[in-house]
């Protein structure tokens, strides 16, 4: 596990931890919510858990955003430089 992961899964967190909380929703209220266990939720918004893209929808769908408005960490994420990394062409 890279430093970079940890970031990303921290950053992730932090996003959908200031997401619920502009709502108004409790950690526990939302994850009964939205049908996942609070303690998953918690360890979401710690940063302690790689998250599926199946859950990300779901939480997405939830805070009434885009799956890609929870990946919008602002300038400070490490994957937000801009440009796409080495890609191959098919």
């Not at 009964?32 to 918690?42: A, K, P, V």
């Not at 199946?54 to 009434?64: D, P, T």
Request: proline share 3%.
């Amino acid at each position: 596990m890279g430093m970079n992961e940890m970031d990303v899964k921290a950053l992730f967190g932090n996003r959908v931890r200031e997401l619920r909380r502009q709502r108004g929703w409790s950690q526990e209220a939302f994850a009964h919510e939205i049908g996942l266990d609070r303690s998953y939720m918690g360890g979401v918004e710690r940063g302690e858990r790689n998250i599926s893209l199946e859950n990300i929808c779901v939480i997405a769908k939830g805070l009434g955003v885009s799956p890609s408005e929870l990946l919008a960490f602002g300038d400070s994420a490490p994957f937000n430089s801009g440009s796409v990394p080495n890609q191959t062409k098919v």
